[in-house]
């Protein structure tokens, strides 16, 4: 499979920096490594996912210089069989297209501690903190886009983030307000969403973690979720050597 880096437009606006990705699903090798080199040449920063965590590419990938491991990802699974738990909850809303709203604005900024970029030491704490805010800023008015979140007074104070591609519902985002973590909220969220799933005849569902984010893990574990692959996330700085 022949290597090739993708530039990553929405990664440009965030760092303001020339940015590529690359997907690796091959046991790499030195002529890979040049490979690699060569076509970094035109890239600031690249983000680089070793799938499945083939181990023998760890080496070859550290060969590049500065290039480091920011993140385990895991990605789970689920296939719905029986008939999930429905939840009436009346502040609990789902809604796609949703208009843009400030409390998801905030809780974005205030609750993420798992993420990639806080692990890079070339990125400032100040762009990766508006990383998530920006994911969700574009969702708002995207009907392929669905909020399901929890709402006290005029105040939301927990949401879930997810699409549809194919037959799989796929969640993006998860949070909750640090005052409410711990009290079942995630819960209903999640049940809420396979609610959803049964309601639209749709069994499968997917998510992503990082394997630092233990109670994220629990809690999808919890309903059922299996762990289907692990990836090991690098970023890449050419012109730092």
Known sequence: MELYIKATPWDNHIFQLNTGRL????????YDIKTIQ??????????IKNDNSFMTNHYYLS?????????????????????P?????????????????????????????????YNDPYIPKEQADIVYQTWCKDSFHDSQKYYI??????????????YIREDTIITDLQATHKEL????????LLTKLLAFGYQNNI??????????????I???????????????????????I
């Open 23 to 30: 997907l690796i699903e091959q046991q790499l090798n030195l």
């Open 38 to 47: 060569e076509q970094s040449k035109m890239y600031d920063f690249i983000v």
């Open 63 to 83: 060969l590049l210089g500065h290039a480091y491991i920011t993140d385990l990802q895991m990605k789970f699974t689920l296939t719905q069989k029986t008939i």
């Open 85 to 117: 738990s429905f939840d009436n909850t009346p502040n609990i809303i789902i809604q796609n297209g949703l208009s843009f709203q400030q409390d998801i604005m905030d809780l974005s900024r205030e609750v993420y501690r798992y993420s990639r970029f």
């Open 149 to 162: 979140y929890y709402q006290k007074g005029t105040h939301i104070l927990a949401y879930l983030l997810f």
């Open 181 to 188: 973590q711990g009290q079942g909220i995630g819960q209903i």
């Open 203 to 216: 069994t499968k569902f997917q998510m992503g973690t990082q394997a630092s984010n233990k109670p994220m």
């Open 218 to 240: 629990s809690l999808y574990q919890k309903f059922g979720y299996h762990l289907k692959e692990t990836s090991t996330i690098y970023h890449y700085w050419p012109e730092k």
